[in-house]
């Protein structure tokens, strides 16, 4: 597709449900990204592939999180047992090459609602 | 701690009227700051890569300049359709992969 497309645009679910989120990144993008944003705060780094593999796993905030991606294509993360406190847009990014160098074409997110 | 400060926080303009927003940093031996554009429901939209003090980029009504300490983004007479968050961010030395996000500056310019 032309740009970075993100499913569910929308999803609430139930305190301790488990949900997934894609991104399906632009063609030939190798680097890709997915970023949180809650209500009032900045974007929070989660987590960085280049290709398959993720060099930079950081940012996921405890072990209910998780990620993967398939070769340089789509990319699932995972929210086991969600609380109330993963409400937030769950944006998902991708560049060319290295991805060092800042421009990022970004979704436009999905936003997860935790009841 | 890298930090990225912005402001203001919200910032309402008339139709025409010039300003400037203001992008504040501590880094750790900057890589990089960089603009983006987010509108209401959508994800950021890339504008703008500084790297070193003194350097400019324009693109229609914005410019942004950069110094050791702080970023300005320049709206010059500006439209309704400019109304948007504007995010700043930085890269550090020590990870060129993640960006340190402020919390943005909300502009609305009425007609």
Known sequence: ??????????????KGK???LRCD????????????????????????????????????????????????SVSTLTIQRTQQEDSAVYLCASSPGQGTTGELFFGEGSRLTVL | EDQVTQS??????????????????TVSGLRGLFWYRQDPGKGPEFLFTLYSAGEEKEKERLKAT????????????????DSATYLCAVRNAGNNRKLIWGLGTSLAVNP
Do not use: M
């Open chain 1, 25 to 72: 990144p632009i063609s030939g993008h190798t680097a890709l990204y997915w970023y949180r944003q809650r209500l009032g705060q900045g974007l929070e780094f989660l987590i960085y592939f280049q290709g398959n593999s993720a060099p930079d796993k950081s940012g996921l905030p405890s072990d209910r999180f998780s990620a993967e991606r398939t070769g340089e």
């Open chain 1, 1 to 14: 597709g032309a740009g970075v497309s993100q499913s569910p645009s929308n999803k609430v679910t139930e």
């Open chain 2, 8 to 25: 203001p926080e919200a910032l309402r303009l008339q139709e025409g009227e010039s300003s400037s927003l203001n992008c504040s940093y």
């Open chain 1, 18 to 20: 488990d949900v997934e």
């Open chain 2, 66 to 81: 950069l110094t050791k300490k702080e970023s300005f983004l320049h709206i010059t007479a500006p439209k309704p359709e």
